[in-house]
């Protein structure tokens, strides 16, 4: 059972936007604290990189490279987290995955599939 559940990827034009969702079971959510929720993304022969989180006081933090372009956002009462992803360049494109951090251990999606076409 998938702990973590994204959606919205998909592909766009560069230039384009995309919105990923991401949210957190009732299997994490009734038996620990999430703390923060965020986005990494691994593209082909590249190592997983990090791009964006947000804490539950509402903290932000961005990826120099999608800094300006894409925004997080959060529902905490229903464990869910938003990546907005706008002006997509074809280096975008990836498998993005969502991530949460409880109090009790680390948490990750399956990914989605992001592809920026020229």
């Known amino acids: 059972q998938a702990q973590l559940v994204e959606s919205g990827g998909g592909s766009a034009q560069a230039g384009g936007s995309l919105r990923l969702s991401c949210v957190a079971a009732r299997s994490i959510s009734s038996r620990d604290t999430i703390k923060v929720m965020g986005w990494y993304r691994q593209a082909p022969g590249k190592e997983r990189e990090f791009v964006a989180a947000?804490?539950?006081?509402?903290?932000?933090k961005y990826a120099d490279s999608v800094m300006g372009r894409f925004t997080i956002s959060r529902q905490t009462a229903e464990n869910t987290v938003y990546l907005q992803m706008n002006s997509l360049t074809f280096e975008d494109s990836a498998v993005y995955y969502c991530?949460?951090?409880?109090?009790?251990?680390?948490?990750w999606g399956q990914g989605t599939q992001v592809t920026v076409s020229s």
């Open positions: 991530k949460a951090i409880g109090a009790w251990g680390d948490y």
């Open positions: 947000i804490y539950s006081n509402g903290i932000t």
